[in-house]
């Protein structure tokens, strides 16, 4: 008599990875669409515009430009209280923050719930309030928290567990974007760092639910509108020309971003220095009403071709110390749109200058390829920069040409620069440990 076989045993982890990625891209969609939500209510309130409709109509920019020079002001020195006081609180009383990437790598990749959660909550609340920093983590860490805690109740393996984590991240992307490709593309390449097919499968699957569900409370709509624009000859080769520029440009801005944010308070100075941060960004944000919030406005003038170069420059100088001075203060925020915001805007000046000579193509062509840029080398992601913008925009695909050229002369001097700065540092270092010896 044969002894029954165990051949189908497999088949119940697999029902379980399965049944867990199905619920992380619901969860990691309905977390997203709540806090693309309550970023609308918060911002309509505080301005006070198109309160009935969270979705549609008034843009966050129109809003903020019909409300008052005191409104703004008094907003934005709110900003810097809820930063301030909001994460001294977390830091001091909370359990500490894992971040994604660490719960990926660590032997327990479940993320701390109430700690994480308000985090994030704090991010979607200072963005709304005219905070230059993103608000793509605060999704990314609800969708991470979910996939862990989903995958511990469900028993499975340590691999399993950080493999959801990370769907769990890109979901939480792809739910508050609408982009179900780019979310999976940036669990793949900037995560995981694995193309393998069971990899793939469950970063798509839940990636693609996620932005299915959120279409429920925020539609299916594209982040950007982007009028059309002809590809010539002249954009692909100003898109050559200048791509090396752009990786320089984001090197630098990688660079400033990182001392800042390495230098942020966590103790008692925390809540005056953020408070004075906000106060600052509000007395500029009379003036210049574009550089509220985390870069969208910006960058949609300029894809819309309504910047001038004066206007762009003055507002790329503004938003790059406005995001340093912010992280240094110690506000929490993403890096995603505010750096394809800077992209676009140094493209207007750079593609300006160009248009002096080589006159004939729209600053918003240039814009487009210069955030796509900007974004590939600053994030370190070439492949879900070029994937995020497309699906941003839903630019003809044809456009995809000069960013390509772009991309791949931004990420050459980029990651050229980058070996550099490691190299001089390895030998600083072998100077200070001889030094010590001697």
């Given at each position: ?46 301005y ?34 809820i ?25 327990d ?73 780019g ?17 793939v ?20 709509e594209?982040?950007?509108?982007v ?55 509000g007395?500029?944000a ?76 729209p600053?918003?062509a ?45 990420i ?18 072998t ?8």
């Amino acid at each position: 008599m044969h002894a029954p076989s165990s051949r189908p045993a497999p088949a119940i982890p697999l029902f379980r990875l399965a049944t867990v990625t199905v619920f992380t891209g619901i969860g990691a969609g309905l977390g997203g669409m709540a806090l693309a939500l309550l970023l609308h209510l918060i911002q309509h309130l505080a301005y006070g515009y198109s309160v009935a409709h969270l979705v549609g109509h008034e843009s966050f920019y129109e809003g903020v430009a019909a409300a008052s020079a005191e409104r703004r002001i008094a907003v934005l020195l709110a900003c810097g209280a809820i930063a301030g006081f909001g994460w001294l609180v977390v830091y001091r009383y909370g359990r500490p923050l894992v971040s994604i990437k660490k719960a990926i790598t660590s032997g327990d990749p479940l993320m701390p719930p109430v700690t994480t959660t308000a985090h994030a909550l704090l991010q979607i609340v200072t963005v709304a309030l005219g905070s230059p920093l993103g608000r793509e983590v605060a999704p990314r860490e609800i969708g991470s928290l979910i996939a862990g805690w989903l995958s511990h109740y469900a028993g499975l393996s340590l691999e399993q567990t950080r493999l959801m984590v990370a769907c769990g991240a890109g979901a939480g992307l792809a739910a508050v974007y609408n982009v179900p490709l780019g979310g999976a593309i940036f669990v793949l390449e900037v995560l995981l760092r694995s193309f393998e097919l069971r990899v793939v499968i469950p970063a798509l699957a839940s990636s693609v639910i996620a932005a299915v569900v959120a279409w429920l409370g925020l539609g299916d709509e594209s982040q950007y509108v982007v009028p059309h624009f002809a590809l010539s000859a002249n954009l692909v080769i100003w898109s050559i020309a200048m791509g090396p520029v752009f990786g320089v440009a984001a090197f630098a801005f990688v660079q400033l971003t990182g001392r800042a944010r390495a230098a942020a308070p966590k103790g008692r100075t925390l809540p005056v220095l953020s408070i004075a941060n906000f106060l600052v960004v509000g007395l500029l944000a009379v003036l210049f009403p574009q550089i509220l919030g985390n870069g969208k406005t910006p960058a949609q003038l300029g894809f819309s071709n309504e910047l001038t170069i004066g206007l762009a420059a003055t507002l790329l100088l503004i938003k790059v110390a406005i995001t340093t001075s912010s992280l240094r203060a110690g506000a929490q925020g993403g890096l995603l749109t505010p750096g394809m915001s800077n992209g676009a805007l140094l493209a207007i000046v750079l593609g300006g200058a160009w248009t002096l000579m080589w006159p004939g193509t729209p600053m918003g062509a240039f814009a487009l390829v210069g955030a796509t840029a900007f974004l590939a080398s600053s994030m370190n992601m070439p492949i879900t920069a070029l994937v995020l913008m497309v699906e941003f925009t839903r630019i003809d695909h044809d456009f995809i040409v000069p960013m390509l050229c772009a991309v791949a002369g931004s990420i050459a001097v980029n990651r050229l620069l980058e070996t550099k700065m490691k190299t001089r540092v390895r030998a600083a270092s072998t100077v200070e440990v001889e030094a010590e010896r001697a």
